[in-house]
């Protein structure tokens, strides 16, 4: 892969990078303003919106996923790596690409998953929140978990060509 093709490459992570911080950003003023409503609408009239809460729920799952998939992209997601500590330096790289590997294979079963799940939802699914199909609130699930397995599979990507770099230095 040339520097130019690189350059782009990481043109487009960004942009990706921006919607998703967008979107997720969106989704945090929609669900603190609701929110908000909510408490004031019970408290001066002892009423609320029917529909909020579920929204609001839905809002959570939305951002919860797409957040999951935001801290994979940034190194941040929770991982157990108390193994890298233990071993040599040598070794370390073998263990992420190992890592990285799994983890884009996981999730890729989690797509599969997903898709199986929303196959179902649209076969057999009710009326959801404001009449749309249940399986529009549940488009989340495949789209995370997809974001999820490319970001851990571009991180398999550059570990792999770190690795070649790392090959051709020392043969030199």
Same mark, same amino acid.
């Given at each position: 892969?040339?520097? /130019?093709? $690189? ?13 998703? /911080? $967008? ?12 929110? !908000?409503? +909510? ?10 919106? #029917?529909?909020? %809460?579920?929204?609001?729920? +839905? ?8 957040? *999951?998939?935001?801290?994979? *992209? @940034?190194?941040? &997601?929770?991982?157990? %790596? ?6 040599? =330096?040598?070794? +370390? ?6 890592? &990285? ?13 997903? !898709? ?6 649209? $076969? ?18 495949? #789209? ?14 550059? %570990?792999?060509?770190?690795?070649? =770099?790392? &090959? @051709? =230095? %020392? @043969?030199?």
């Amino acid at each position: 892969m040339n520097s /130019e093709t $690189t350059a782009e490459a990481g043109k487009i992570l960004r942009l990706l990078n921006g919607i998703e /911080e $967008t979107i997720l950003c969106l989704l945090l003023i929609a669900m603190m303003s609701l929110s !908000c409503l +909510q408490i004031a609408l019970r408290s001066l009239f002892s009423s609320g919106l #029917l529909w909020a %809460d579920p929204l609001i729920q +839905q809002l959570v799952l939305w951002s919860g996923l797409l957040g *999951a998939a935001m801290a994979t *992209a @940034r190194g941040k &997601h929770i991982a157990l %790596d108390l193994v890298t500590y233990l071993v040599p =330096k040598r070794i +370390q790289p073998w263990i992420f690409m190992f890592s &990285h590997l799994l983890s884009a294979l996981t999730a890729a079963a989690l797509v599969y998953a997903a !898709c199986v799940f929303l196959n179902n939802e649209i $076969t057999y699914g009710s009326p959801g929140l404001f009449s749309l199909p249940s399986w529009v609130w549940n488009l989340v699930f495949p #789209l995370a978990f997809a974001m999820i397995a490319l970001r851990y599979a571009i991180a398999l990507y550059q %570990d792999i060509g770190a690795g070649i =770099k790392r &090959h @051709r =230095k %020392d @043969r030199q």
